[in-house]
């Protein structure tokens, strides 16, 4: 039964990673996303090295010099100190820390997987959305939207096809609507 749980783990893990990943933005420039990698890269090696955070527990997306923290720490002061991590670290224009203090489950940590895969699913099916462009995070069913759409009807969309997907227990639209300024 054990090896049946890790097995359907790992394939749920890869298909989660096949729905999230790869997605450059067409919105965003080219030496924008390399910078908001770079930032992401600093912070997630700045976190390893910090004995105050289980870097395992944060995860660090970056979009446009924003950085986006979520996930499930096990203190008010390991949330704290991520952002402060974040925060520090040269080229970060804003930090959005939707990190939940508690106890993460490999349970809850599938459930968060499955809603992020069903999210981003949902959101490739519609044609009229860039999926590329909006990146989903899930944090004990709190679902985070990130990333640069053409139109409020667009980012409305979004939020509305997260918030209607099962399990969702609340959506944070971080979506921003209108093509970079230079």
Known sequence: MKRIFVVAAGSLVGVALLALLGCASSMVTKSTRHADS???SVIQASLEANDKVKARQVDVQTREGVVYLTGVVDTEDARREAARVAWRTEGVE??????TVGERTVGSWIDDVMI???VKSKLISKSEIKAGDI???SSQGVVTLVGRVSSERIKSEAERIARGTKGVKDVHNELLVGNMRY
């Open 94 to 99: 804003g930090v959005v820390n939707d990190l």
């Open 135 to 137: 990146d989903v995070g």
């Open 116 to 118: 992020s895969s069903k």
């Open 38 to 40: 770079g930032i992401t």
